[in-house]
């Protein structure tokens, strides 16, 4: 079993800054890609950031130069530094990874945390 479980969510006012990160627990042996997606009401998840375990970033254009995205591999654990935020980063964030379980270490797989809320008010 694996669990991707997200702490960090809130409400903060246009400008402000939130930091958002995800656990990895569970029968691991390996993780691959983590990152951080986001769905607004009416709309379709979408990425806002990834890292590979090597450390390579990509960014969702609308986030580039506020959010950071970093991982802690020993840790199993990612977090995403939100700054400048703005009314339309309101959306529950869902963290994602591609992980080997310790029992199938040739096939990896695709995890969701439950989701966590992110409210910027204007």
């Known amino acids: 079993q694996v669990q991707l479980v997200e702490s960090g969510g809130g409400l903060v006012q246009a400008g402000g800054s939130l930091r958002l990160s995800c656990a990895a627990s569970g029968s691991i042996f390996s993780i691959n890609t983590m990152g951080w997606y986001r769905q607004a009401p009416g709309k379709q998840r979408e990425l806002v950031a990834t890292?590979?375990?090597?450390?390579?970033?990509n960014y969702a254009d609308s986030v580039k130069g506020r959010f950071a995205i970093s991982r802690n591999n020993a840790r199993n654990t990612v977090a995403l530094q939100m700054n400048s935020l703005k009314p339309e980063d309101t959306a529950v964030y869902y963290c994602?990874?591609?992980?080997?379980?310790?029992?199938?270490?040739?096939?990896?797989?695709?995890?969701w945390g439950q989701g966590t809320q992110v409210t910027v008010s204007s």
């Open positions: 890292i590979t375990y090597a450390g390579m970033t």
């Open positions: 994602n990874a591609d992980i080997r379980r310790v029992d199938s270490i040739r096939v990896g797989r695709e995890y």
